[in-house]
């Protein structure tokens, strides 16, 4: 994949619209039929491995951006193991500075399936004096990092009534459970890796991806595509073309839901213009 490809869902605050009405329909594989094999063992379990943690040992590092790394870690039962990281749930890493007596404690969402088997990826921005950040993105292959979890986190659940459309609204690190999310909807079951551009080729109508990109006007334009990149933050006018393009009346009992994930900054500017817009705070979940 090439490198600029594969940092454009990361770079950037998204704006994603798609309509996953279909997805309920796709999510009834007959149970008995998997029956005679056997589920792959777990690593986290919630509650058990919030008490006892783990230790996922580091495969490989990528640096994906000038902050933000993507760290793939064994699991510890090795290829016959998945993380039990429900789509969209965080894991909780700890550590212990050399100047501290306490741990810290910070959650990072998976970018990786929950069907992927034997390891685990993280998609880490590096804060400039943040201690978990910092330990992170110290780490080199064969280093271990001590973790627990899964928090229990947002479940989706696919509307029965009628199709539905989603406005899905990342900034920032946001963009992790967001990712995971809309992986999950579009993929079920399907164990491989893709960016948010591959999921939007291979589900045509289905998922529309824009990214406002904060950078350098001359960055913006070097990206090229006009339409898909839009110079400076998610505004009024982008969350309306998104939600237009979905078509109906706003709420999800109208079939028009939105999930946002990003900074408290961004996420009081968004809420501000969506309630402006006439959706109420229960069409909006926030992670
Ligand atoms: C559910 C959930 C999922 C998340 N998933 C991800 C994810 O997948 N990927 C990801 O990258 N992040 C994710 N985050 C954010 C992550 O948990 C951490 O909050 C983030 O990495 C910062 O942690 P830190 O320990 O590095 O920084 P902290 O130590 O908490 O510092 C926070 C801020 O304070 C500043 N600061 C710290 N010390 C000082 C100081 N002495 N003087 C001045 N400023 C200082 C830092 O520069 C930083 O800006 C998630 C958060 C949540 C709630």
Redesign the pocket.
Known sequence: MPANRALRPILVTAVLTGAVGSVYLLRSPSRHLHSAVREPTKTFSFPSTMFSSRELKVRRVEQINHNTKRITFELPGGESEVSGVPASS?ILIQHTTPASWLP?F????P?SPPTQQGTLD?????????????HIHALQPGDTLTARGP?P?YTYRPSVTQPRSLILIAGG?GI??IYSLTHEILTTNQKDQISLEDLERRFPGRLNVTYAVSGPAKEVEELGDVKRFRKGYVDGKLLKEAIGRCGGRLGDENGKMVVFCGPPKMEESVMGLLMGMGLAKKDVYK?
């Open positions: 965080a810290t910070r959650p990072y969402t970018i993280l998609l880490v921005k590096h804060y400039p004096h943040g201690e978990a950040s910092t928090l986190g690190a992790t459970p992670f």
